[in-house]
């Protein structure tokens, strides 16, 4: 089973609907992590969580609400997203946020 | 403002020659450096790091070597291999293993030909 799972891998939604990104690490982990990439852009930093809680949202609009459960769970709920919003998301996980970070494979969201 | 710039957008080299991945950074206070390799409809997968106190490290076919002064740092593939053929990305932190998260560059695709 790889190291951290990512569910659904692709996403087609209307403007209106509301979706839930899922991220799972089986690594142990205690920190983890959702990036935005859009075609030909960096990846972008989303939101962090350390220990369950969040060290960072770096200005994400509120139509992305991140939830941590637990060190082994990250999910990413979306609601009126907008065409621009498409993208891959991808979660990492991480021992401590100045490490390694280990990737999921992304779901590829397209709004329609 | 681009902390970590990666200039060229792709690289293409002849499977068995050596492949040149090149790096610049902006924030001196950097100390720990990573690539990680993307293959299409994949996640980014960790390839090999260097901390500042290094100026090169080795993992089999990969090198990193990091130029503080030149705040500049380069991935070396020798032999490349069709296999190799991803989006690579560099990308940076200020401290290992403390608060700070990484800061990623835009990627460059390489593609080694048979």
């Known amino acids: 089973e790889t190291g951290v799972t990512q569910t659904p891998r692709h996403l087609v939604m209307g403007m209106t609907n509301k979706k839930s990104l899922k991220c799972e690490q089986h690594?142990?982990?205690?920190?983890m992590y959702w990036y935005k990439q859009s075609a030909k852009k960096p990846l972008e930093l989303m939101f962090v969580?350390?220990?369950?809680?969040?060290?960072e949202n770096n200005s994400v609009p509120s139509r992305f609400s991140p939830e941590c459960p637990n060190s082994s769970h990250l999910f990413l709920h979306l609601h009126t997203l907008q065409p621009e919003d498409s993208a891959l998301y991808l979660c990492?996980?991480?021992?401590?946020?100045?490490?390694?970070?280990?990737f999921g494979a992304g779901t590829r969201l397209s709004v329609l | 403002d681009q902390q970590v710039k990666q200039n060229s957008p792709s690289l293409s080299v002849q499977e068995g020659r050596i492949s040149i991945l090149n790096c610049d950074y902006t924030?001196?206070?950097?100390?720990?450096f990573l690539w990680y390799k993307k293959y299409p409809a994949e996640g980014p997968t960790f390839l090999i790091s260097?901390?500042?106190?290094?100026d090169k490290n080795e993992d089999g076919r990969f090198t990193v070597f990091l130029n503080k002064s030149a705040k500049h740092l380069s991935l070396h593939i020798v032999p490349s291999q069709p296999g190799d053929s991803a989006v690579y990305f560099c990308?940076?932190?200020?401290?290992?293993?403390?608060?700070?998260?990484?800061?990623f560059g835009k990627g460059m695709k390489l593609t080694v030909n048979p």
């Open positions: 990492a996980s991480s021992q401590g946020q100045g490490n390694i970070q280990y």
């Open positions: 990308a940076a932190s200020r401290a290992q293993g403390g608060s700070e998260k990484l800061v």
């Open positions: 260097i901390s500042s106190i290094k």
């Open positions: 690594l142990g982990h205690n920190a």
């Open positions: 924030n001196s206070m950097f100390d720990y």
């Open positions: 969580y350390n220990f369950k809680e969040q060290t």
